[in-house]
């Protein structure tokens, strides 16, 4: 297809055909495919590789055809002219064209500059030789393996991490190399002086040399054009037949810069990427954005989706910068860098190191923030902590152990030795029994990128998800660099790109109302979603619009519709509410009653203080209900993603050391919580004194009393690994403990993602977030009011109303015996 | 009633299904869950899950899938079949809708 013969569609061009560039195009597509008429120029006559992995085909351990991303083929199928080859020369904006070197015109009306960035050649004498070069492209590597079949010595300047990628893969290739490195530490913007010290030493084992701190004066010629050796400032001459530059980058700024652009760096753009000109946007390592030129993939591809959301006109995400992470690509060493690494004013630094293990961790921490990381011989918790900066999340908690990570953390299900050190059968998920060989073995011969990804194919982490850090780190330890090229938050589902939060926010931003409204909006890639996400949007949208929204039964999980908890063998248990874990005669005689009506096959009493009748079928469960409403009870809500109980001591009613009359204050808050859908299950517990008697500690919120008032504490739950509560507030009155409760549920039902229980999202929000949150008075009462007008439209007991409106839905259609 | 396997029986207005619900149809022989898939066709196949017998009318409906309300198994409703990674297959049978009816034909399909 021929672009220019489709003038009712806006024309799209992109000048560069890198990573960026090309994932700008694919974001676009999946938005909005048919939006624009489409055309790259690429300058490098081949499809879209991926540039990265040029240091493992440099070093042999992968080819050219490897890390192609994007054929020719795949831009004609997509219906994308791709001019490659050839190199754009200009832009005319007066008159919306691109002009290219070979005299075409390509006009626009809507331009993506993502032209990325150049070596950085120094300006000395003889860098014009044959055989001095920078290593960015395909043919970059081909000249260094083609000077590799014919020569000795190899210069690399420049000891980075592109520099020692290339000084690695030359050394691979049979090379005498030496590393000439302005400063003294290597890597120095992603290293300490520790880290790169070891670095430095375990390269040199390996053979290769290094002369630093040192100042290259001239490059040397052989007389014929050709190198010959590096001359340092002190005058020593190194022999070199093959010299490559790796001292930093330049972005590729003046094609922009000639057009009038306003440029410093990079080419400048706002947090929609565009430039000074509203139909010229930058992506990529050509852009200056907020101050920052980026030079890792991470960012680009983070870029690329916030343009892309804009172009498709969506326009509600922004771009706000990005931390980085680096890891080097050298087989057999393992670097890992993220955020700042160097500390400084404020910041603490938690070290450990052991230097015959060949081990190196300094982790950085400002305001109970990990901000910084650096990692040497041991990379599996990269990743761990690169989420910990990312997120933001408070580790005040768990200080004292971070150093060790995360399999030594204990409380957040990942309790394993470290996956890179585990055998092969060693079982990485339990609930669906995969075990590390399969996992490995799928995302290398599956080409799987994302968690996702290992989802589908291997089921692991698929179900209860407590395996997903050791998915993960299996990723990063499997992928290498590559890892850090996934999203930095995790889509929602399969379904879509977009996270938890990205989605409520285009929900109430957006005024979206209604579940087939978001995934039009948002470009669901499945007609109507799929059992995790169904759920989780009913849930937002439950949440945004009290009383607006209708709840949609298909999208909930069969125990929320048929209210009653289904087990193994297909019939369900019911269980009415007791306020308070409080009961009477007349309750117990129809609970009893109901039970031999219906053949409950056993009655049991609850850890939340609740009677629970199993084994009862589906068909009879409108009449169980109808007889509990007629003695009084409503549903206990024990199977839903909602307030389930609250449970009580005796207090000061009866107990000789009882200080409040927790019973009461139990049913108070039940009455007011109760009905209210939540992101997971939500339980409560009063105790009338410290000896605590009703767990309230494990509970996600749990008060506590004492003679002078009541502790509130939250966060804590039961469960495969036990959560202790953190305390939050201490309050005079019930009424406050009332409000505390109903703010803190509303905080958590608006910030939570859907199936994350109150212990994982404190431990991601941060504990004094959530304390600011509430001991802000205001804040408090807001949040409390906006609690109690949704709870006027979800105080409705579903025993009640379901059988009118359902009923002839718990039987079958027809009996055909 | 007795049915006779390659005969169409009735066994739904199609209003008592409404999209993306499953309902169950008892028969000598076992459940049936009859679904409303999102592709707008009604499809039939055994109400009992290949990996525990969990019964899939019970699951969420998403286009032409039921997710066992189990441990998640995603089924296709046109072959019956898991989806990978997880295998195995349940049986399916011939729907057809017509006069706003749904028929059914327990031959199997
Ligand atoms: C060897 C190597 C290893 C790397 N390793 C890592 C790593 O481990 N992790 C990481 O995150 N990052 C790594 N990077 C960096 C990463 O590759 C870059 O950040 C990324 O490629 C930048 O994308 P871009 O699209 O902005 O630029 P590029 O990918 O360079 O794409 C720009 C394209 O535009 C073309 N172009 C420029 N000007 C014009 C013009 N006027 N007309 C037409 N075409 C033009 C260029 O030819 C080029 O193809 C590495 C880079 C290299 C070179
Ligand atoms: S928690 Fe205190 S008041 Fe409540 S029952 Fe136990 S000892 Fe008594
Ligand atoms: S019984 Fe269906 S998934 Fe287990």
Known sequence: MNVHTKPDRERLVVIGNGMAGARAVEEILKLDPARYAIT??????????????????????????????????????????????????????????????????????????????????????GNDLDGVIGFRDIADVDTMLEAAEKYRHAVVIGGGLLGLEAANGLMKNGMDVTVVHLMDTLMERQLDREAGEMLRRSLEERGMKFVMPAKTAEIVGDGNGRVRAVRLEDGAEIPAELVVMTAGIV????????????????????????????????????????????????????????????????????????????????????????????????????????EKGGVYKKLVIENDRLTGAVLYGDTVDGTWYFQLIREGSDVSEIRGRLLFGQAHLGDSGHGEDSVANLPDDAEICGCNGVCKGEIVAAIKEQGLF??????????????????????EQLLASTLGGDYSAAPSEKPLCGCTDYTHDQVRQAIVENGLKSIPEVMKFLEWRTPNGCATCRPALNYYLLCAWPGEYEDDLRSRFINERAHGNIQKDGTYSVVPRMWGGVTTPDELRAIAEVAEKYGAR??????????????????????????????????????????????????????????????G???????????????????????????????????????????????????????????????????????????WAGAFIQLYRETAHYLERTAPWIERKGLSWVKEQLEDAENRKALFERFRFSQQFAQRDPWAEMPERHEDEFKPLVELV | MSVTTDEWVKVAEVAQVPPLTGRVIRTENGEIALFHAGDGQFYAIDNSCPHKGGPLSEGIVHDCHVTCPLHNWVLNLKTGEAEAPDEGKVATYEVKVDGGAVYLKLGGA
């Open chain 1, 665 to 739: 204050l139990g049913i108070r808050l039940e009455k007011l919580t109760w009905g209210s859908w939540m992101p997971h299950k939500f339980k409560m517990g009063v105790s009338g004194c410290p000896r605590n008697c009703a767990e309230a500690t494990i509970k996600d919120f749990g008060v506590v009393c004492v003679d002078s008032g009541y502790e509130l504490h939250v966060g804590g739950n039961g469960g495969i690994k036990v959560r202790v509560t953190d305390l939050i507030a201490k309050v005079g009155t019930e009424e406050e403990v009332l409000e």
């Open chain 1, 251 to 354: 972005p590729n700024k003046e094609i922009a810069e000639e057009a009038g652009l306003y440029c410093e760096r990079g080419i400048v753009v706002n947090d929609y990427l565009m430039t000074y000109d509203p139909r010229i946007y930058a992506v990529g390592e050509c852009v200056q954005h907020r101050g920052v030129c980026y030079g890792l993939v991470a960012p680009l591809y983070e870029q690329a989706r916030v343009l892309a959301n804009h172009l498709a006109g969506r326009g509600w995400m922004t771009y706000e910068g990005s931390v980085t992470s680096t890891k080097l690509k050298v087989t057999g060493i393992d670097v890992f860098s993220a955020g700042n690494f160097l500390g400084g004013d404020g910041a603490d630094e938690l070290v450990l190191k052991d």
């Open chain 1, 602 to 663: 056993e009655v049991k009493v609850t850890g939340g203080q609740r009677i629970d009748l199993f084994g009862i079928r589906k068909e009879d469960l409108p009449n169980i209900w109808r007889d509990l409403n007629a003695a009084g009870m409503v549903s206990g809500h024990a199977y839903g993603k909602a307030l389930r109980t609250v449970k009580t001591c005796v207090g000061s009613e009866w107990c000789r050391f009882g200080t409040q009359d927790s019973t």
């Open chain 1, 40 to 125: 790259v120029i690429g300058e490098e006559p081949y499809g879209n590789y991926n540039r990265i992995l040029l240091s493992p085909v440099l070093a042999g351990e992968s080819t050219i055809d490897d890390i192609m991303l994007n054929t020719p083929e795949w831009y004609e199928e997509n219906g994308i002219e791709l001019i490659s080859g050839v190199r754009a020369s200009a832009i005319d904006r007066a008159g919306r064209a691109v002009e290219l070197a070979d005299g075409r015109r390509v006009p626009y009306d809507r331009l993506i500059i993502a032209t990325g960035s150049r070596p950085f050649i120094l300006p000395v004498p």
């Open chain 1, 450 to 471: 994302t968690l996702e990804d290992v989802r589908k194919v291997t089921k692991a982490s698929a179900s209860c998800g407590s395996c997903t850090g050791l998915v």
